[in-house]
């Protein structure tokens, strides 16, 4: 069975730092592109950045840009999203997502989804 874990949320405070963790099985996870998203109440689910486990390209859409690194190991089959510098503007939901395809930012093109892990940043 194709699982995906996140952990590594919780609440800090502005301009602290959170590594999410993305536990892979049940697939080839050197085929398999990985995909950080994250959704706010009343807002859609947004891109935040990805990872080709194939070539090693990765992507960060602009308000990630420079505060997180996304990263893959492969003998754990765990992609990390390291973030920096967080801000308010980050809380939100934050989910994993696979598919066998590099799709930076459509969320709607990702074939497997964890559960979630809440990040909050607030003073």
């Known amino acids: 069975e194709v699982q995906l874990v996140e952990s590594g949320g919780g609440l800090v405070q502005p301009g602290g730092s959170l590594r999410l963790s993305c536990a892979a099985s049940?697939?080839?996870?050197?085929?398999?592109?990985i995909g950080w998203f994250r959704q706010a109440p009343g807002k859609e689910r947004e891109g935040v950045s990805c990872i080709s486990n194939r070539d090693g390209t990765t992507y960060y859409a602009d308000p990630a840009l420079g505060r997180f690194t996304i990263s893959s190991d492969h003998s754990k089959n765990t992609v990390y999203l390291q973030m920096n510098s967080l801000k308010p503007e980050d809380t939100a939901v934050y989910y994993c997502?696979?598919?066998?395809?590099?799709?930076?930012?459509?969320?709607?093109?990702?074939?497997?989804w964890g559960q979630g892990t809440q990040v909050t940043v607030s003073s």
């Open positions: 049940g697939f080839t996870f050197g085929d398999y592109a």
């Open positions: 997502a696979a598919d066998q395809n590099f799709y930076p930012i459509l969320a709607s093109e990702y074939d497997y």
